[in-house]
């Protein structure tokens, strides 16, 4: 079968198309032919090696396809599901751990199913499991025109939050008021102050933020007192060790550095957090917006694209 192999740790380029055997079949596994991989931005630290993996791999974790064999006999092959945390999702036929999918209604569409649950699920877990929303919280978002920023933007509004998103253009500006923000900021040397000063001089209650070292200063400045700092990311690199006497200084600030992996540690809480997003995008509460479609070969171009901020929404690769 056809996969992505990165070859080596490094930029896009080190992701090549190739042929690989197809899984075994395994009992605790389903066999699925993957119809679209989700792109997520994980899967660039893993490639470039700033978080630990072994090359040669197939990369990507999530997708959505249709089942080619269940050992148990449980699921009849043909049904479309979608998955997370199946490494080798970047391949034609990817083996799901069983705990780990979901069945997809028939009214969402297969590229959209394919991108739904790791950022649908970091997003809720966010909201509910981090810190528990309350009506009228306020909230930044940063990078909020991205795949976890829009649906983080419309689940926080849905719930009644407030939210301040920071966008790096006009276009992401746009997406960020259609997920329902607030108010849309750009990055800037002010940009604190500009928060601060539309939440009347007190703080936001949350700074969710994906960018890492490029805003956690402002992050730590915009918090109201006693407010939580969610650094949930590094798109722009690595937060740099700091004081813990800054947490004080700015106002005795909590500060959390969450994954997805630790609140969806069991297979049931998987499903609990994955059957929330599911009913979400079938009712239409949350819409995942997916960036164009790249083909299965382009995967280079895609983390290319994702890197250097020209795709907004989530990304998905076209593979069967
Ligand atoms: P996005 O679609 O949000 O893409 C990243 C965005 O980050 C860009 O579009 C860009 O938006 C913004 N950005 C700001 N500065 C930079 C920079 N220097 N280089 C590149 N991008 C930059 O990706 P995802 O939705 O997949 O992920 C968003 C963040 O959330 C990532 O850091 C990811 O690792 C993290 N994440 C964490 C999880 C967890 O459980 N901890 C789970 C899922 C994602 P703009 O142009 O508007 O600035």
Redesign the pocket.
């Known amino acids: 079968m056809k996969a992505i192999l990165v070859t080596r740790h490094g930029g896009p380029d080190v992701l090549e198309l190739a042929d690989v055997p197809v899984p075994s079949p395994d009992p605790d596994h389903i066999l699925v032919r993957v119809l679209y991989a989700g792109v997520?931005?994980?899967d660039t630290?893993f490639r470039s090696g700033s978080y630990p993996s072994s090359p040669p791999y197939i990369p990507g974790t999530e997708g959505c396809g249709q089942v080619l064999e269940d050992p148990s006999g449980d699921i009849a092959p043909g049904t479309l599901v979608a998955w997370h945390d199946a490494p080798g999702s970047y391949a034609e036929v990817v083996s799901v751990p069983r705990g780990r999918l979901v069945a997809v209604p028939d009214s969402v569409p297969p590229a959209i199913a394919a991108s739904m649950l790791?950022?649908g699920m970091?997003a809720h877990y966010l909201l509910h499991g981090t810190r528990e929303t309350r009506p009228g919280d306020t909230m930044v978002i940063?990078?909020?025109?991205?795949?976890?920023?829009l649906i983080l933007t419309q689940m926080a509004t849905e719930l009644g939050a407030v939210v301040f998103s920071?966008?790096?253009?006009e276009d992401?500006e746009r997406l960020a008021y259609d997920a329902g923000a607030a108010h849309v900021f750009r990055?800037d040397a002010n940009l604190a102050e500009q928060v601060r000063s539309a939440t009347g001089g007190r703080g936001v209650d949350v700074v969710y933020d994906?960018?890492?070292k490029?805003t956690f200063a402002m992050a730590l400045d915009v918090c109201r007192p006693r407010g939580l700092v969610c650094s949930?990311?590094?798109?722009?690199?690595e937060v740099e060790p700091f004081q813990i006497q800054e947490l004080n200084r700015h106002g005795s600030l909590f500060l959390t550095r969450?994954?997805?992996g630790a609140y969806v540690s069991t297979d049931d809480e998987f499903r609990f957090r994955a059957q929330a997003v599911v009913r979400a995008v079938e009712s239409g509460s949350i819409t995942v917006r997916v960036h164009e479609p790249y083909p299965l070969a382009d995967a280079s171009q895609a983390h290319q694209d994702?890197?250097?901020?020209s795709?907004?929404?989530?990304?998905v690769l076209k593979v069967n």
């Open positions: 997520n931005y994980i630290y790791l950022q970091t940063t990078a909020g025109a991205g795949g976890v920023g920071v966008v790096s253009s992401k990055y994906g960018v890492g490029s949930f990311g590094s798109a722009s690199g969450p994954s997805l994702l890197q250097s901020r795709t907004s929404g989530s990304v």
